[in-house]
């Protein structure tokens, strides 16, 4: 059986993370990057036998690099703090950690969101590479929507991650809030311009993609509130995109930030 570390970047990850660390007991290693927890994130990983190692938050992608560094064996699971590792999953991992040589060097996981209590329908396929061998590659420095990027060959395993995001609708807007201003900075960095109708027409088209063809309507007022705030999402990292660009070319005018 070949050996793995479990890999986690951590700030304030709250109860979720002793569910998360429990699902991942069989691993070889646990190895927490924390930015500056101030809750009981430190405690709940000492508690699990973490190694736990301290780095500011400079992006997504970044932060995860490092995080797969420290990691002693080759096999990597990269597991967000606020995500479960089911039991089909673990079996299907150690099957492929059980052969002498696994047929890839990195395997897609299946991580549908968990959101007010219901299985997201528009997020029930989504699958990302989180299991691999970091000899052939490691996160990109992406500061939001980072991606692993390896050399070789690429598997899909059927079990499943849940992901556990938003623990109600306060926690939604407070990341929402986060993750496009961290979108907007990086489009602003690479000089984007946003037109003005794509502002206006993003929201209902992404609310009526995700409720209607994506299956939402199925998930009741759980899937209805998910579809609304899903086309919000998109109009806010707009704005904010807008309104950097404003400041820029307006340095006398600008305003206190996002």
């Known amino acids: 059986m070949q050996k793995i570390s479990a890999v986690l970047i951590t700030l304030n990850a709250g109860e979720i993370l002793r569910t998360t660390l429990q699902a991942l007991s069989w691993c070889d290693e646990l190895v927490v990057v924390d930015s500056g927890s101030t809750d009981q994130t430190l405690q709940i990983c000492q508690e699990h036998g973490c190694r736990v190692e301290y780095r500011k938050f400079t992006g997504y992608g970044e932060q995860k690099r490092f995080a797969v560094e420290l990691a002693s064996h080759d096999w990597i699971l990269s597991v967000d703090a606020d995500e479960v590792v089911t039991d089909q999953l673990r079996a299907e991992i150690q099957a492929v950690l059980s052969q ?87 489009l602003h960095e690479k000089k984007k311009e946003v037109p003005f109708a794509l502002m206006v027409l993003k929201c209902p088209i992404a609310f009526f993609k995700t409720y209607l063809i994506k299956g939402c309507i199925w998930n009741g007022v759980p899937g209805f509130i998910y579809s609304f705030f899903s086309g919000f999402y998109p109009m806010m990292k707009y704005a904010k995109l807008w309104e950097a660009n404003h400041n820029a070319s307006n340095p006398n005018k600008q305003s206190t930030g996002f």
């Open 100 to 186: 002498t040589a696994p047929t890839h060097v990195g395997y897609y996981v299946r991580i549908p969101l968990m959101f007010l209590g219901a299985r997201i329908k528009s997020e029930a396929s989504k699958k990302f590479l989180r299991l691999f061998n970091k000899q052939f590659g490691n996160y990109d420095t992406a500061a939001v929507h980072e991606k692993v990027r390896l050399n070789g060959t690429l598997g899909d395993l059927k079990g499943e991650m849940l992901h556990y995001s938003y623990k109600d609708i306060q926690d939604y807007f407070r990341k929402m809030n986060q993750y496009s201003t961290a979108a907007a900075m990086s």
